[in-house]
């Protein structure tokens, strides 16, 4: 039977079929291998047509055309699907796919994120220990997948959160430590809160503190603002990836606010893929998960960290009243 011509790109054959493309692996070598290379199946359903390309993360890229069902045999690895408007995950590691299942993908419309959010597509995502480094609750490293959503670009400001609790009038004890030595707002001779620090993370916030100005976003915009659950919060700190750090696989100091010691603004340091900023480092992050009753899920690690505790899938747990001196927390937008 001819099974259709053999393309080699950049060291990535691919057979192509009518409407469905086999991929024989990506890369090839003359040395004799210890074992045959694992290998995984992604399907991608793609009902508006779009041009895909698929990245071997680390390698090369390959354009796939614009079929609405395309079917790949790869090689256990981590790649990135690029339908020209957003770049998603493919984690189809050998450890977290079983053998006769697929990992499946399925290419949306475009969405546009209101301004100061960024677009995370729904989808597979890798949340977990794959490296072996963790601790044991962060293993069994899986994909799991998630519901698309809008996730606040930044971490929460000073600024925002004063905005907050100046349009309430008050502020709850529980919600925030005004008299902590890392907190910037406090309260004038007025009644009015302001801060010295616009753009820094608010820290020293309580999960209450999070919960009540994602509630006040909600009233005022007519829109669901909330935690991101610690699985949503990996996903888009992996972004398209599936990176060990929200900016890549190695460790770099210099990379984000990490090790300094000292808080800084949001946005000093480069964006991520996907366009984020301090999803590492700067100020631990809370999430709306539970760890075990009375524990609350923090995530992203803090600027008194370093290696392996700013790794994506560290998971910091704190009873709910907590109010520390690197806490803050970013807000998720719903789509509807």
């Known amino acids: 039977m001819d099974k259709g011509p053999v393309?080699?790109?950049?060291g990535i054959v691919l057979r192509l079929l009518p409407a469905v493309i086999l991929t024989a692996g990506f890369g090839c070598s003359s040395l004799p291998?210890?074992?045959?290379?694992?290998?995984r199946s992604l399907r991608i359903l793609n009902p508006s047509g779009k041009a895909v390309r698929l990245t071997r993360v680390g390698g090369g890229t390959v354009d796939?055309?614009?079929a609405q069902r395309i079917e790949l045999v790869l090689e256990a690895d981590r790649y990135v699907v690029d339908d020209g408007a957003v770049k998603c995950p493919a984690p189809l590691l050998e450890d977290v796919v079983a053998e006769d299942q697929a990992l499946t993908l399925v290419l949306g419309d475009d969405v546009a994120a209101p301004e100061g959010y960024v677009y995370v597509p729904g989808g597979p995502a890798l949340v977990g220990d794959v490296l072996g480094v963790?601790?044991?609750?962060?293993?069994?490293?899986?994909?799991?997948?998630?519901?698309?959503?809008f996730l606040a670009e930044r971490e929460t400001t000073n600024a925002e959160f004063a905005a907050f609790l100046n349009a309430v009038g008050r502020c709850d004890e529980t919600w925030i430590d005004l008299d902590g030595p890392k907190c910037r707002i406090e309260r004038s001779g007025e009644g009015r809160f302001r801060t010295d620090a616009p753009d820094e993370p608010v820290v020293t916030v309580s999960l209450p503190g999070a919960l009540a100005y994602c509630a006040w976003r909600t009233s005022v915009t007519g829109s669901v603002h909330r935690l991101p659950t610690e699985e949503e919060w990996e996903k888009a700190a992996r972004g398209p990836s599936s990176s060990t750090y929200a900016y890549g696989d190695v460790y770099t100091a210099?990379?984000?606010?990490?090790?300094?010691?000292?808080?800084?603004?949001t946005a000093r340091f480069p964006a991520t893929g996907w366009g984020f900023f301090d999803l590492t480092g700067n100020a631990f992050e809370w999430t709306s998960s539970e760890y075990a009753p009375g524990l609350q899920v923090l995530r992203g690690g803090s600027y008194v960290l370093d290696g392996?505790?700013?790794?994506?899938s560290f998971?910091?747990?704190y009873r709910p009243l907590v109010q520390a001196d690197d806490m803050g927390f970013r807000v998720l937008r719903e789509i509807r």
């Open 315 to 317: 998971r910091m747990w």
């Open 308 to 312: 392996p505790y700013l790794r994506n």
């Open 64 to 66: 796939l055309g614009r």
């Open 33 to 39: 291998l210890a074992r045959e290379p694992a290998r």
């Open 7 to 10: 393309l080699l790109f950049r």
């Open 254 to 265: 210099d990379a984000a606010n990490q090790e300094s010691g000292v808080l800084m603004r």
């Open 134 to 149: 963790g601790a044991p609750d962060e293993r069994p490293a899986r994909v799991v997948d998630i519901e698309p959503f």
